[in-house]
């Protein structure tokens, strides 16, 4: 997509967040790359990641609620099989995933769209995950992580990832984010890259 297309589209967007990310993944990803979705959720930001890196890549997704990779099982319809679904948490990865070889982690926090909106994702998970996620990013590999801060706890989680990303050392890392300036509770956009 043009560059006038796509900032029209946030613009016009009801999740401008989600439009930029994809537009990211999009010109990021390539066939046969590994993805990590941390937070499957609906399956949306999977399908994607599946979409561009297939049929010779490599989609692992997990999420904590089995109704969350139910719902994407569902979305993903025949592709489905061919990604590596987890019930777990990220906390712990739970993969195998070796270092350097991710070119995507997405993280998309918060609750499930049309779910429990009190099941969420928590700081101290999340942090935990992201550092050690950042490990398995190849050089040039993306962690693209979304925040929400309207729902209770949401604005702590977001605090502690802008000052966990704010800290990566920026010789390694390029450390970026995407947010409303007049908007202060819309949900943010951080992308971090490995760059040496
Ligand atoms: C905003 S949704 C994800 C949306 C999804 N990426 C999509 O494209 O539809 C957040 C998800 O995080 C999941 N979650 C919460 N805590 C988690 C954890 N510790 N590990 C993995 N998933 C978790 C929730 O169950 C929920 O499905």
């Known amino acids: 997509m043009a560059l006038k297309d796509s900032l029209k589209s946030v613009f016009d967007s009801f999740s401008p967040h989600i439009k930029v990310a994809h537009e990211i993944f999009r010109e990021h990803l390539n066939p046969g ?6 937070t499957c959720g609906n399956g949306n930001d999977t399908l994607l990641a599946a979409s561009l890196v297939f049929p010779n890549g490599k989609v692992m997704a997990c999420d904590l609620q089995e109704e969350a990779l139910q719902k ?6 025949p592709l489905s099989q061919l990604i ?7 906390a712990e990865i739970p993969y195998e995933i070796p270092n350097r070889t991710l070119a995507l982690a997405i993280y998309n926090l918060g609750y499930l769209p049309g779910g429990n909106k009190t099941f969420t994702t ?20 993306i962690l693209s992580v979304t925040t ?20 990566l050392e920026r010789k390694k890392f390029g450390v970026i984010s995407f947010s409303w300036s007049n908007r ?3 949900p943010k956009l951080f992308l971090v890259k490995l760059l040496a």
Do not use: C, M, N
């Open 33 to 38: 790359d590994h993805v990590f979705d941390a």
């Open 72 to 77: 994407s099982k569902t979305l993903l319809g």
């Open 84 to 90: 590596d679904w987890r019930l777990g948490s990220h």
């Open 122 to 141: 928590q700081k101290e998970s999340t942090i935990e995950s992201l550092s050690i996620v950042l490990e398995k990013l190849k050089v040039g590999g």
């Open 148 to 167: 929400y801060s309207a729902h209770p706890g949401g604005e702590k989680e977001e605090r502690a990832v802008e000052t966990f990303l704010a800290s």
């Open 184 to 186: 202060p509770t819309a």
